[in-house]
């Protein structure tokens, strides 16, 4: 399993403050659990390059939304996401908007299938050399739109960004380690 998932801390806290007798040198902060995406499975499920510097490839992804706030519902809209190989584009992957619950996730099962993508230059090279190391590198880039409903205070609204270094084995196509590369961010 692939975990890939950072944190983002809202421009708005609850602050506990203590007393000016206390000895804490600073007020302690609650932050609330701001929703996020991350890469739960991946697997390379086909890759064929030919003698022509043709290739294609399928691969598995599962990225799943989390809302771990148990007081707040969370809207993912403007969902997309492109997967590379060594810069080249292999696919674009999308998602409707959704809606979800408090202390829940939503898995986006995608099944990526490229269609056939001559290569030339590094690209070319790049594969040849990683079906030899029987190690590939695929990177995943994109987000999301999130509206954040927090009660009272209203929507809290920001992108959230997921940047992953998927590895496989070409040889059986499961994922090098059991936690890819990602760097998620939000604005």
Known sequence: ???????YQPSFVKAKIFRSDSTAPHPSID??????????YSRLDMLNYDRYGVFSTQITLYVTAINENAKARATFSDISFVLRFDGVPVAELRAEPF???RNSTKTLPYVVQSSSIPLEGNAAEEIDASLKRDKIT?????????????????????????????????????SVNSHSHCSPESD
């Open 1 to 7: 399993m692939l975990s890939c998932h950072g944190e």
């Open 31 to 40: 932050l609330p659990k701001v929703p996020d995406m991350k890469v739960t």
């Open 99 to 101: 809606e979800i619950p």
């Open 138 to 174: 695929f990177h995943l880039k994109g987000g999301s739109r999130v509206t954040w409903n927090i009660g009272p205070v209203g929507p809290f609204k920001f992108r959230t960004h997921l940047f992953c270094k998927l590895d496989f084995f070409p040889t059986n196509g499961s």
